[in-house]
């Protein structure tokens, strides 16, 4: 092992900082763990699915949520929705490069959050269309349960994320304050950095879901 | 190696915690010291709290409340009338979920995880103070929430502490919608204090070693809870996952584990033990890598393959993923897969053979200190392996189906978690206790402990080997409504008299720790004549633990070291440079900075 994985500074904003300041190593072992309750979700939902045998998933009459071609209404909303959420990662990203060169950020982090609130209010959407459908937890036999579920955790994990984002805007509009008066922006980016490492893992872990759910 | 990980702006950053006074210190510091006192007072409490459960079901076994007697009567006339069927079995399902997650994982990895690893790599304090005292009362909540259902219409959870679906997850069969959901909610809870402690440990590790601590310089604790903070950071979130399947299930009207609507109950089993295999060596690492400490202390000899132990705790962990379905011969499973788990499982010996036999090796020719700490050491050891063989057993196919589910499994396991986690235990509170408040445990004492332990321990359990192999199944009320068990009834009284005198022996343990936090005698800062860096400082360390962050500059394990005038050498202590070149062979120099 090289020296120093982790050097001092909490504050990765000074200059000369390593790659890794304490939060971030510790937030990306906790991801790891993140990873392994979905593992889990995903598992579980395999073996579930095997077992109805080809053909029966998704069970007969139940709404159907798969992408067909040509797409469906519903697969053109879910679709661009996954589109929304991804780029929400690449505005995160602008943010945090508008950041490190100085700036605010605002305007990436700001959007973040808004496409952010987009997948949500539209899973939300999406949910009380099936469930107006005659989908549920407990209707169509696993299909149902796993669809919510899974739809569930990843949706509860964007809440939270979105909750850490509303931080760092309101932190990167502090920001625009000072350089609006002349001032310099001050502080630590660590909150920054972790809301990211947690949001870019949250929209991979939508990548899974949606293959698996929506396409596969 | 990596060597310094850690510059001064860092050692200060931790150093500036307000120092809380009074009784605040003891409900909300963020002094890992303190989060570690929390965890073992709080386990020590759930320790009774579940010895309490056991006596409970222990005396139904030997005078069961449904009996029928040679008069007609239906009831031993000594049975406890509120013991019903159900009852015990929420007794036994309490009883073991309280004792794996309300005490012997937090006493081994929230107690002495949290009090020795910054102790013992030398930094102030944890990575995340903050997020380990919330880890802390997370965890006592989860602990209450699960101990609540005995207090909700039903009662507590009573499907077993594997919840096996669909006896768990369907309310008209557990007869305890709300006792089960708060069981399965309580785990969850507790999950989130375990991975909040996890990456805690794991990220303090890596990045906080004092400068010339190693990785291959860390005593064999901090290895070992090293190595239990993955397994808890992998298996727990599976355990999470299933947990709220488990709940929705029951309240939600999900069909998860509802063969009826196209669940699987299998499911459950595979997430369950895919958890519950790495948690049986979460619960046994720790006990492994502490135990390996006071053996070479008071073996007055370096750890006998110290990187062998490593390499095996490694392999142990590994391994412990892929064996998961050792526990599910008899649950309808493909022979060819339960070859594969039965080899997998059997693999597992040989690390485990490794680590007994250099245990051996670490005391063999030894100058031993036959003190209470070493005492319970060696039991842990000879108990291990009592544990591990019949833990060999099970892992083949065959004889698995004959001993699955009966008493055979409830003796083995006792073994391994008392006579493995809980001996281990009693070793290392007698030999941390010191350090933890500055005096010493009364020595007399803890010997007549340790020995009316060991004693009631085989007593209490090794008769359940010949009971399971005799036929008595687990989780059964009454072993007198079956004919072929009539005759091993003396047996199961005999059991629950060695039970109740293994219970109040605990008194005198209790009696020994809250004595000696006043009368002790004073420990000074290193009673043991230990060479690690906790017992540098004082004791108890100071808020901040070192005054200055301390150099390592050789192995945890330098005892009797040739040529030396002392029979120890702590880490710290710089090479010197009189010594001829093969004094100095044994700890070879690391570059530090």
């Not at chain 1, 602008?94 to 609130?117: D, V």
């Not at chain 2, 945890?556 to 090479?575: L, R």
């Amino acid at each position: 092992m090289s020296s120093a994985i982790v050097t001092a500074a909490h504050d990765s904003s000074a200059p000369g900082a390593q790659r890794f300041t304490l939060p971030k190593f510790g937030m990306l072992v906790f991801l790891a763990s993140e990873a392994m309750l979905f593992a889990g979700l995903i598992g579980g939902y395999i073996v579930l699915r095997l077992a109805q045998g080809p053909g029966n998933w998704p069970p007969p009459g139940a709404p159907e949520i798969g992408v067909k071609i040509p797409p469906t209404f519903l697969n053109w909303v879910m679709i661009i929705n996954t589109a929304i959420l991804l780029t929400s990662s690449l505005t995160y990203h602008w943010g945090e490069t508008r950041m490190r060169k100085g700036g605010s950020g605002l305007l990436g982090y700001g959007l973040t959050a808004l496409f952010g609130a987009i997948f949500l209010g539209v899973q939300a959407w999406e949910w009380l269309h099936l469930k107006h459908e005659g989908m549920w937890l407990d209707t169509y036999g696993t299909y149902g349960s796993c669809f919510f579920t899974m739809t569930g955790f990843h949706g509860a994990h964007v809440f939270l994320g979105l909750l850490a984002i509303l931080l760092v805007t309101w932190r990167a509009i502090l920001r625009q304050m000072r350089l609006f008066s002349g001032q310099a922006p001050t502080g630590s980016h660590t909150c920054e950095e972790l809301t990211g490492y947690y949001w870019h893992f949250v929209d991979v872990v939508w990548i899974f879901l949606y293959s698996i759910l929506y396409v596969v | 190696m990596s060597t310094a990980t850690l510059t001064h702006a860092e050692a200060h950053s931790h150093h500036d915690h307000h120092e809380a006074t009074g009784w605040k210190k003891y409900l909300w510091s963020l002094d890992h010291k303190i989060i570690g006192l929390q965890y073992l007072f709080g386990s020590l409490a759930f320790l009774f709290v579940g010895g309490g459960l056991a006596l409970l079901l222990r005396w139904q076994l030997a005078f069961p409340s449904t009996q029928v007697m040679p008069d007609g009567n239906v009831g031993n006339p000594l049975s406890l009338a509120f013991i019903n069927p159900q009852f015990y079995n929420a007794l036994f399902t309490m009883h073991a979920t309280v004792m794996v997650f309300l005490v012997v994982m937090p006493v081994l990895v929230g107690a002495f995880g949290n009090y020795l690893i910054p102790l013992k790599i030398g930094c102030g304090d944890m990575a995340f103070p903050l997020i380990n005292e919330l880890s802390f009362w997370v965890w006592l909540a989860s602990g209450l929430i699960m101990l609540a259902g005995f207090f909700v219409a039903g009662g507590a959870a009573a499907g077993g502490w594997t919840s096996y679906a669909p006896l768990s997850s369907v309310a008209a069969y557990n007869g305890t919608k709300i006792g089960q959901t708060l069981w399965a909610a309580g785990i969850f809870i507790n999950g989130l204090a375990s991975i909040m402690g996890a990456f805690n440990y794991i990220t303090t590790i890596v990045n906080m070693r004092a400068p010339g601590m190693g990785f291959f310089r860390m005593p064999l604790a901090v290895w070992a809870l090293f190595i239990t903070a993955f397994l808890l950071l992998l298996a727990i979130p599976v355990l999470s996952a299933a947990g709220a399947m488990l709940i929705l299930d029951l309240n939600f009207g999900t069909n998860f584990f509802n063969p009826a609507k196209g669940g699987q109950p299998l499911l459950w089993q595979h997430l369950f033990w895919f958890f519950g295999h790495p948690e049986v060596y979460i619960l046994i690492l720790p006990a492994m890598g502490m135990v390996s400490d006071i053996l070479s202390v008071n073996s007055r000899k370096p750890v006998f393959g110290y990187r062998a132990m490593v390499y095996a705790m490694i392999a142990i962990g590994f391994l412990g993923f892929i064996v998961w379905g050792h526990h599910m011969f008899v649950s309808g499973m493909n022979l060819v897969l339960s070859a594969a788990f039965g080899v997998s499982t059997m693999v597992i010996a040989v690390p485990s053979a490794i680590k007994t036999f250099n245990w051996l090796g670490t005391i063999w020719g030894g100058s031993i200190r036959f003190n209470t700490a070493m005492l319970n050491a060696l039991a842990f050891v000879s108990m291990f392996v009592i544990g591990g063989f019949s833990g060999i057993f099970m892992a083949s196919t065959p004889v698995n189906i004959f001993v699955h589910h009966t008493y055979f499994i409830v003796a083995h396991f006792h073994y391994v978690l008392f006579g493995g986690s809980i001996f281990a235990m009693f070793a290392a509170i007698y030999f941390w206790y010191p350090k933890m408040f500055g005096r010493l445990m009364n020595e007399t004492l803890g010997k007549i402990h340790f020995a009316l332990t060991f004693i009631f321990f085989n007593l209490c359990f090794f008769p359940m080997h010949n009971v399971g192999l005799g036929g008595m199944m687990r989780r059964i009320a009454d072993p007198t409504a079956y004919e072929h068990l009539r005759a091993l009834q003396p047996i199961n009284q005999f059991i629950t008299i060695a039970a109740i005198g293994l219970g109040f022996s605990q008194l005198l343990f209790l009696y020994n720790f809250f004595r000696s936090l006043r009368h002790g005698e004073p420990a000074g800062k290193n009673p043991w004549e230990a060479t690690t860096l906790e017992w540098t400082v004082d004791s108890p360390p100071g808020h901040g633990n070192f005054a200055t962050t301390p150099t390592v500059y050789r192995g945890a394990y330098e005892y009797s070291v040739p040529g030396h005038a002392k029979d120890f050498i702590m880490q710290t202590e710089p090479p010197d440079p009189d010594l001829p070149a093969s004094a100095l062979a044994r700890s070879r120099p690391v570059p530090v900075g």
